[in-house]
């Protein structure tokens, strides 16, 4: 069984290969596309978020913020402040940040496997500078709109929050250790540009295989554009109707298969099925949701004669101007990832 395993595995290697040769136009335009969103979308949207995180973890300073929460999270979320802050910040700092705080407080034992299992269920959301920046501004010309969206995802986790923490109930955050962790923005900085290293290269894996996809012109088989499914930034290709609205904050509630692997990268033993599960029933909640409000305050998309909103494939590079900042900073993630901790001034 084993070795059937092994062969199909060698025979799917090999056969990416062969087709990334086949379709390799195909494929670099699609990494091009990729490279442009990771360093005018992504990066912007999440690392800075990704370090702030960092730092309110391994500074405890959560502890003092989460206190205005206090009753909100007590009687109507069903759990402890501190872990009602690393709610919040999931559903405002971006997809991975609360899978990634979640596996950060397992690891250090603040939290048993099954409370990060549970919160990574509603601790999983694109932040405001995705949805309100790229999906409303920039492909609807309206902030408007994706601040609908927005809320619309957040109230479908607030929903599930609700509904599992009144079911199973929810543990206080343990302080395991009196001895505070190191607080330094040059490790936080480090931390997070590992972290963003592997989401832009799962993007760009991705971008790979979509491209493949494209050459054999499966996506103009199917009726229903799937892109977003696979990589949630492909939402911005899609046409820009009031009708569309809905189900692209269902595919922004779902995330992408795309997002799950780089979940699944920066897991420490988290394991993903019950946040997938999840998304069943929110794909159809955030859907509602903002079919509801729209319809309630008449919020529709007024399309003007010349198409408003930019395609993904036009985020990019205008100038040299513009390409050498960009250049810059992924040389310097590049510095701080491979910099040892040790002084090399120091002998």
């Known amino acids: 069984m084993l070795k059937i395993k092994s062969f199909v595995i060698y025979i799917l290697i090999l056969t990416f290969g062969i087709l990334l040769i086949l379709k390799s136009s195909e494929v670099s335009q699609e990494i091009v596309t990729a490279v442009n969103r990771c360093l005018f979308v992504i990066i912007p949207s999440l690392f800075s978020f990704m370090v702030f995180s960092d730092l309110v973890l391994k500074s405890e300073c959560y502890k003092i913020i989460s206190k205005p929460f206090a009753l909100i999270s007590k009687y109507i979320f069903k759990m402890d402040s501190d872990l009602f802050f690393v709610f919040i910040l999931g559903n405002i700092c971006g997809y991975p940040i609360g899978f990634k705080l979640l596996n950060n407080l397992y690891s250090q034992g603040k939290i048993s496997k099954f409370t990060a299992e549970q919160m990574s269920c509603y601790c999983y959301a694109s932040g405001p500078s995705f949805v309100v920046g790229l999906v409303g501004i920039t492909m609807f010309s309206s902030a408007t709109i994706g601040f609908v969206i927005f809320f619309a995802n957040f109230l479908t ?133 903002t079919r509801i409000i729209t319809s309630i305050f008449n919020i529709n998309y007024q399309a003007s004669t010349v198409q408003t909103y930019i395609s993904g494939k036009a985020i990019g590079f205008t100038d040299a101007k513009s390409c050498l900042p960009a250049i810059l900073m992924v040389i310097m993630m590049f510095i701080l990832i491979f910099t040892k901790e040790k002084n090399p001034l120091k002998k």
């Open 157 to 289: 986790n607030c929903v599930i929050a609700i509904v599992l923490n009144h079911a199973v109930e929810m543990p206080k955050i343990k302080d395991v250790s009196p001895i505070r962790a190191k607080v330094s923005i040059v490790d936080s900085v480090q931390s997070a540009s590992k972290s963003m290293l592997m989401i832009c290269s799962m993007i760009l894996l991705f971008a790979s295989i979509i491209g493949i996809l494209k050459g054999f012109n499966i996506f103009k088989l199917i009726k229903f554009d799937i892109l977003p499914l696979l990589e949630i930034t492909n939402v911005v290709d899609m046409y820009a109707s009031t009708d569309i609205i809905p189900i692209i904050s269902a595919f922004i509630s779902f995330g992408g298969v795309c997002i799950l692997f780089q979940l699944k990268s920066l897991s420490n033993g988290v394991p993903l099925k019950y946040l997938i599960l999840s998304r069943i029933p929110a794909v159809f909640l955030s859907a509602a949701f």
